[in-house]
């Protein structure tokens, strides 16, 4: 007996279960069911309406079943219900249910087939999202209506593969889900979407939710141009093969990091010359109550704070963003800025703020700190030429004229 559509009016879904229910010798809805959704028994439609309904409305079906084009021109829910023989991409939340899409909704709701990372994690996930679907335990009435949940992760991906391509080949929907954020970043589903490619059945994505998007944007790092790393691997000889090959990039890198390995991640970047000074942005439980960011100089700095552990430090999952390497100053030798040469600068800086001369401030901070003269005094022009526009540049074009000479004997 096949059930009668989901967009037919809820009166005559209710009616067709009373006239089943009494043909098959149960008793009918009791009147304060019907009563509390505005029904009554007189209000019922004969049995011939109903099945003449349920008659067209297979005869509608088996029509839009035909082809996916057909199915999208016959489609009456605004194009977001999931078409026959297609593969969806579903991001889920990563912490905060209120994250979930209104189209990713209305794909998990009227998909045939759900292929999950953990069945138990979706399964609860679909039973918070739909709970009128969930009276007759997690899923009852999902499964009652003929949609499944299959399990597809890591270890099973060779032989689940093949299955869910035939499913969508023969004009299943199936919609692909991790057990948080976006499938096939770092998660299963990269090698379906690859198969499918190669026999030509649609993929379709439906975008949510991705933790290395959200770090990446809220950590105050460069984001022009950036590199998904993922995971390091656990063994220490292949991460620090892997560290090995990232130091040779320039742009900003996004890791993925569980709880119990951050500290020592951490701890391997800070090995790597080229990686040890970058800044680090950590992000911890994203979109959740106890969301963190914390943001380092550098992986030493980062590493010392999560070794030294404590409550709350090392719990939830973790996003590493590092900053792409510091641009080298012009500080006449092309070499990498020392802290003592930083911390000159600043008070360089902020000496000329309070209307010190440049060569004052310069021969000052030099004495003090055992600086280069001539480097603070280049560092001090730039920052009256950056800070003063035109008329400053002007202003203190004589004095650069008049103690070029004396700098110039400096080392």
Same mark, same amino acid.
């Given at each position: ?354 209307? =010190? ?25 730039? =920052? =009256? ?14 004095? =650069? ?11």
């Amino acid at each position: 007996m096949a059930g009668l559509p989901a967009f037919l009016p809820t009166a005559t879904r209710l009616a067709g279960r009373s006239l089943w229910w009494g043909h098959l010798g149960l008793r009918p809805p009791p009147r304060p069911f019907l009563a509390r959704r505005g029904l009554s028994p007189r209000a019922l439609p004969p049995r011939a309406a109903v099945a003449a309904s349920t008659s067209a409305s297979s005869s509608r079906r088996a029509a839009t079943a035909a082809t996916p084009a057909a199915a999208a021109a016959a489609d009456t829910s605004g194009g977001n219900a999931a078409l026959p023989g297609t593969i969806y991409l579903v991001a889920t939340p990563i912490g905060n249910m209120a994250d979930i899409t209104a189209r990713a909704l209305s794909i998990l709701d009227t998909v045939d087939v759900v292929a999950a990372e953990d069945t138990r994690r979706t399964g609860l996930l679909l039973a918070r999202l739909f709970p009128s679907n969930s009276t007759s335990g997690v899923g009852g009435d999902r499964r009652r209506r003929g949609q499944r949940l299959l399990s597809y992760h890591a270890h099973n991906t060779h032989a689940r593969t093949p299955h869910l391509l035939s499913l969508a080949q023969g004009g299943a929907s199936v919609a692909v889900v991790s057990d948080a954020g976006t499938p096939g970043v770092s998660d299963p589903g990269s090698e379906l979407v690859a198969a499918a490619v190669r026999a030509c059945v649609p993929v379709v994505p439906v975008p949510g939710a991705c933790a290395a998007v959200a770090a990446l944007i809220a950590s105050g790092l460069d984001t022009s141009s950036w590199t998904f790393v993922g995971f390091l691997p656990t063994r220490r000889s292949e991460r620090a093969k892997e560290l090995g090959r990232l130091a040779s990039l320039t742009s900003t890198l996004v890791l993925y990091e569980a709880p119990h390995r951050v500290a020592a991640s951490l701890a391997a970047i800070a090995e790597v010359p080229s990686l040890r000074d970058r800044q680090v942005a950590v992000a911890r439980e994203l979109t959740k109550v106890h969301e963190e960011f914390r943001l380092f100089a550098g992986a030493g700095a980062a590493a010392e704070h999560y070794c030294a552990g404590g409550p709350g430090v090392l719990k939830g999952e973790f996003v590493l963003v590092l900053g792409p390497p510091a641009k080298d100053p012009p500080s006449g030798k092309g070499t990498v800025v020392s802290i003592e040469e930083r911390q000159a600068r600043v008070m360089i800086e902020v000496l000329i703020s309070e209307g =010190v001369p440049v060569s004052v401030a310069a021969r000052g901070v030099a004495a003090a700190t055992g600086v280069s003269r001539r480097a603070l005094y280049a560092h001090a022009v730039q =920052v =009256v030429k950056d800070t003063g526009g035109g008329a400053a540049t002007n202003g203190v074009s004589n004095e =650069v004229e008049d103690a070029d000479r004396e700098h110039s004997v400096d080392v």
